[in-house]
T-cell receptor, first 114, second 114 residues
Framework: DQQVKQNSPSLSVQEGRISILNCDYT??????FLWYKKYPAEGPTFLIS?????DKNEDGRFTVFLNKSAKHLSLHIVPSQPGDSAVYFC?????????????FGRGTQLTVWP | DGGITQSPKYLFRKEGQNVTLSCEQN?????MYWYRQDPGQGLRLIYY???????QKGDIAEGYSVSREKKESFPLTVTSAQKNPTAFYLC?????????????FGPGTRLTVL
C-alpha cells in the first residue's frame, strides 16, 4: 500500500526552464514533508522541507508548495540547471503511528538538458 | 568534518553467508536508520534506533538484524534468511526520531550476493 506516490518516473526539462515535480500522499497524519535529491550510487541529500502549517516554502531556486486538502505537494525548480539532474524523492513524516518515520516515494528522475 | 560513513562502498558475498554492513556517525545524533533501495523503488525502512541499546523493526526487517551498542554505530547484518539481499543499503541519522527532524544519509553500500 503506497502512502506516497510520485506518479512521474521521469521528467525532462531544458536548462533555464521550470521543473515541477509532483507528490501525492494518502495518510492524513503526515504533517511534515521533505524533499531529497539523489545522484546514482550516492546517499540522498536533504533539499527542502515544509510543515503542514504552511502552504509554501522557498529556498533559492527551490520552492515547495503544499495543498493539504488535495494531499498534494510539488517541488518547483527555477531556473533548472544541468546539475539538478538527479532523482528527487518526496518523504513525508507525521504524528501518531507515523511519528519519526519518513515514507519515501519511488522518486522522479529529472534530466535537465542544455 | 561531521558526517555519516558507510563501509565498504561495494560488497560481494556468496549466497548463504551472513554479512555485516558498517555505519558510523559523528554528528552526535540519537536516532539512526537503515534503508534499502532497489531499482525503480523508493527507500524502504529496515530498522531504526532511537537510542543506544534500543531498536525497532521497520517495514522489511525479515532476514536482517541490527545492534546499537554505541551512539555512533549502527551495524546491519544481512543474514542468509534474507531472500533477496542484493540491493543498495543506506544508513541515516537524525537528532531524534521525530517527524520534523531531517534525516542525513551516508553514501551507501552496494551489496551483491552471488
Amino acid at each position: 500500500d503506497q502512502q506516497v506516490k510520485q506518479n512521474s518516473p521521469s521528467l525532462s526539462v531544458q536548462e533555464g526552464r521550470i521543473s515541477i515535480l509532483n507528490c501525492d500522499y494518502t495518510n492524513s497524519m503526515f504533517d511534515y514533508f521533505l524533499w531529497y535529491k539523489k545522484y546514482p550510487a550516492e546517499g540522498p541529500t536533504f533539499l527542502i522541507s515544509i510543515s503542514s502549517i504552511k502552504d509554501k516554502n522557498e529556498d533559492g531556486r527551490f520552492t515547495v508548495f503544499l495543498n493539504k486538502s488535495a494531499k498534494h505537494l510539488s517541488l518547483h525548480i527555477v531556473p533548472s540547471q544541468p546539475g539538478d539532474s538527479a532523482v528527487y524523492f518526496c518523504a513525508p513524516g507525521g504524528r501518531g503511528s507515523t511519528l519519526g518515520r519518513l515514507y519515501f516515494g519511488r522518486g522522479t528522475q529529472l534530466t535537465v538538458w542544455p | 568534518d561531521g558526517g555519516i560513513t558507510q563501509s565498504p562502498k561495494y560488497l560481494f558475498r556468496k549466497e548463504g553467508q551472513n554479512v555485516t554492513l558498517s555505519c558510523e556517525q559523528n554528528l552526535n545524533h540519537d536516532a539512526m536508520y537503515w534503508y534499502r533501495q532497489d531499482p525503480g523503488q523508493g527507500l524502504r525502512l529496515i530498522y531504526y534506533s532511537q537510542i543506544v541499546n534500543d531498536f525497532q523493526k521497520g517495514d522489511i526487517a525479515e532476514g536482517y538484524s541490527v545492534s546499537r551498542e554505541k551512539k555512533e554505530s549502527f551495524p546491519l547484518t544481512v543474514t542468509s534468511a534474507q531472500k533477496n539481499p542484493t540491493a543498495f543499503y543506506l544508513c541515516a541519522s537524525s537528532i531524534a526520531v521525530t517527524s520534523t527532524d531531517t534525516q542525513y544519509f551516508g553514501p551507501g553500500t552496494r551489496l551483491t550476493v552471488l
